[in-house]
């Protein structure tokens, strides 16, 4: 599903507007994006999931290429646990 697709469908199923949905979704998004840059960024959506910081420690690795060993330092990526609500939903799905 693109965005496009998503923003329709928002419209039709709360019975708004496109240019509402797409403003309802893209502030969705930034609230997702606003939490995540706190120190301890999280926010959780009821049937969805929850969406958190890990920050990741620093390791050694192998560049496929050339075998040789390289450093791979620390950082931080945004993760995402789905819900039970969403797994099942997934489950029945099938």
Do not use: C, W, Y
């Not at 450093?71 to 993760?79: G, Q, S």
Request: no cysteine.
């Amino acid at each position: 599903m693109t965005k496009a697709e998503l923003v329709s469908r928002i419209a039709q199923d709360a019975n708004i507007p496109k240019k509402a949905a797409n403003s309802a979704l893209a502030a969705f998004v930034a609230a997702i994006h606003d939490s995540l840059k706190k120190k301890d960024g999280k926010i959780r959506v009821a049937d969805l999931g929850t969406f958190r910081i890990l920050k990741r420690k620093p390791r050694k690795g192998v560049n496929p290429q050339t075998k040789k060993k390289i450093k791979i330092p620390a950082t931080t990526v945004p993760r995402f646990t789905a819900s039970k609500a969403l797994k099942e939903s997934v489950k029945k799905a099938k």
